[in-house]
Nanobody, 125 residues
């Protein structure tokens, strides 16, 4: 059974930084992509950043470009999201996703995909 274990997050003031990490565990599981999605109060879940594993493509939401950096430790099935210059509108619950991927024009899924339980990020003004 595949599980996504998230860590990081927390609260910070505007302009601060936070980091998120997510590790996918499961016998022989090797995701095609991993990334982060965000759900803010009153809004639908939206993609933040995706990395296709093994040095592949990276996609960011327009709101994340220039401020967030996604990286991977492929050997450990782990993805990191470094978030800098945070804004109050970055507040929300961040969900790690495996094989549920942003693309250049939207998103795609593989036959089986997984979500983490979510981790809170709060940016105060």
């Amino acid at each position: 059974q595949v599980q996504l274990q998230e860590s990081g997050g927390g609260s910070v003031e505007t302009g601060g930084s936070l980091s998120l990490s997510c590790t996918a565990s499961g016998a022989s599981y090797s995701p095609n992509c991993m990334g982060w999605w965000r759900q803010s109060p009153g809004k639908e879940r939206e993609g933040v950043a995706t990395i296709y594993t093994g040095g592949g493509r990276i996609y960011y939401a327009d709101s994340a470009k220039g401020r967030f950096t996604i990286s991977e430790d492929n050997a450990k099935n782990t993805v990191h999201l470094q978030m800098n210059r945070l804004k109050p509108e970055d507040t929300g619950t961040y969900y790690c996703a495996a094989d549920y991927c942003m693309t250049g024009v939207g998103w795609q899924t593989y036959p089986t995909y997984y979500w983490g339980q979510g981790i809170q990020v709060t940016v105060s003004s």
